[in-house]
Each structure stands twice: as C-alpha cells, then as structure tokens.
Nanobody, 124 residues
Framework: QVQLVESGGGLVQAGGSLRLSCVVS????????MGWFRQAPGKEREFVAH???????YYAESVKGRFSVSRDNAENTVYLQMNSLKPEDTAVYYC??????????????????WGQGTQVTVST
C-alpha cells in the first residue's frame, strides 16, 4: 500500500519561506511523477508543481519563480521550497503520486495516491 505523509506547513508572514516535505512509503517511488496541489477554502484543488521520474519540473504560472520542487529518490521524498510567499498562497497543500509510471501531468484526476495535507497560512 502506498502512503504519503506531508510535513512542513505553518504560519509565515508575507515574503517569508517554507519548505514542505512528503515521504512516500510503498510502491516504486523513482518511477512516478510526484505532484503538489493546493486547495484554499471555497476553491477547487489546483495544481502547484510536479517533478517527473526523470527530474523534469513544471510549475503553475502563479508560483513560477517563487517555488521549487525537487525529489530525493534515495529517501523516497519530494520537497516543495516556497519563497516570497503571498497571502494568496494560503491553502492546504497536498502531495500526490501519479497513477501511471513514467507519465507526467498536472491534472489532479491523474493522481491516485494523496497525502493528508498540510496547512500553509501566509499573513499580511
């Protein structure tokens, strides 16, 4: 059984930084694209970034240049470094594993394993 556990969320002032981590157990971590998504109150879950099995990265326009996604296959861990945070980044952040090996996408329905989420709150 594949399990994902996020950590690293919290409260930060605008302009600050946070680093989220997601540890994956079960399955073959290195073969799958790992994505980060977020959901703000009253809004749909949206794509933030992903890092593919081949380390190719892709970002939503709203976070490009501020966030950085990476992975450590030896530790079965994916990271999301968030800099220059804005109040509109406030949301619950989720990591997820793509349902297909060697396939990359930014569509939430293409991911079938999800973590429990970690809250990120950016104050003004």
């Amino acid at each position: 059984q594949v399990q994902l556990v996020e950590s690293g969320g919290g409260l930060v002032q605008a302009g600050g930084s946070l680093r989220l981590s997601c540890v994956v157990s079960g399955g073959t971590f290195r073969s799958y694209t790992m994505g980060w998504f977020r959901q703000a109150p009253g809004k749909e879950r949206e794509f933030v970034a992903h890092v593919a099995w081949n380390t190719y990265t892709y970002y939503a326009e709203s976070v490009k240049g501020r966030f950085s996604v990476s992975r450590d296959n030896a530790e079965n861990t994916v990271y999301l470094q968030m800099n220059s945070l804005k109040p509109e980044d406030t949301a619950v952040y989720y990591c997820a594993r793509n349902s297909r090996p060697f396939y990359a996408s930014s569509t939430p329905t293409d991911y079938n394993y999800w973590g429990q989420g970690t809250q990120v709150t950016v104050s003004t």
